[in-house]
């Protein structure tokens, strides 16, 4: 069977993690409009009776300023050292010529299929410039047309995909979708809420930590820190009354009860650590 390791890349806000959730057909990865949402690999296992894909969804490539950058970047790193093709993801209304030079200075050891997303936002002479520029690259194999967020063209890249997957036996056995415990995903969820109920910079300096997950009789209880820098950042995210911590636990509760599928109690609270993007026994504490 083919089997291999799928490593998508590119700058954020490009559309990875959209197109991981495509691609698995469930959602694995969390989305938002701000850049940077991904902070972690996140593997999807994609196995069907003549192939097995593992699908790494990387954080968006950026220059770092703080530990928590640095982290990031080691991911992308490893994800570039295990790969058996990369896929260079280019948000088609971004500037080429600077993925180009992103693309460059990753020095793929692997071969590569540049994936040129939002195809239903522009016009298809536009994407056929795209092609064009991609093409005579030397780390470009193939450049195929996409939209993850529509779920376009799908097919035709999963058929590029394939026909560069070395064979060989599969590295997971039956049926798992991921490699990284239910756990992760639930303190991905709530974290993805965040993102959507703040501003530009609370996300950012935000992290979450699930302290407790308990599978009872009739549901699931879960308690989880919301850890942020700075004392006035904890009044933002209560909100007055504790009015925005509960919108962001009504809406994560919806999300993991529809991925758990069984009844969730959620308990949120939130926590100072200063400076914590910056501290090494932090950020070993928060997984990263």
């Keep these: 069977m083919k089997v291999g390791f799928v490593s998508i890349f590119g700058k954020p806000n490009a559309g990875k993690s959209t197109l991981l959730n495509a691609l698995m057909g469930e959602k694995l ?4 409009p701000k850049v940077q949402t991904t902070r972690h690999r996140i593997k999807g296992i994609l196995t069907e009776k003549d192939f097995q894909i593992i699908f790494s969804d990387t954080p968006g490539i950026i220059e770092p300023r ?8 080691q991911v992308v790193k490893s994800s570039l050292e295990d790969a058996d093709l990369a896929l260079l993801l280019v948000d088609v209304k971004d500037d ?15 071969p590569a299929i540049v ?6 936002e522009v016009t298809a002479a536009k994407m056929q410039e795209g092609v064009a520029f991609f093409s005579p690259k030397s780390y470009c194999k193939q450049v195929v047309t996409v939209s993850a967020l529509k779920k376009q063209h799908l097919a035709s890249l999963m058929e590029a995909i394939l026909q560069r997957l070395p064979e060989g036996q599969p590295f ?24 959507y109920c703040y501003g530009d910079e609370i ?13 009872k009789t009739t549901l699931t209880k879960i308690r989880a820190d919301i ?5 006035s950042q904890k009044g933002i995210i209560l909100g007055e009354g504790g009015k925005m911590i509960r919108k962001v636990g009504t809406e994560a509760r919806k999300d993991i009860e529809a991925f758990l599928d069984r009844q969730v109690f959620l308990e949120l609270f939130v926590k100072v650590r200063p400076k914590w993007r910056d ?5 070993k504490e928060y997984g990263y």
């Design 279 to 283: 501290s090494d026994i932090f950020l």
């Design 172 to 195: 997971f056995e039956g049926d798992d979708l991921t490699d990284l415990p239910v756990k992760f995903f639930v303190g991905e969820m709530i974290r993805e809420k965040i993102f």
């Design 29 to 32: 990865a969390i989305v938002s």
């Design 227 to 231: 850890i942020v820098q700075r004392e």
């Design 115 to 120: 994936v040129l997303n939002k195809a239903d």
């Design 66 to 73: 703080y530990k928590l950058h640095e982290k990031m970047m």
């Design 203 to 215: 996300p950012y300096q935000t992290t979450v930590l699930v302290q407790e997950f308990k599978e």
């Design 96 to 110: 080429w010529e600077e993925n180009h030079l992103l693309f460059e200075s990753l020095k793929l050891g692997s």
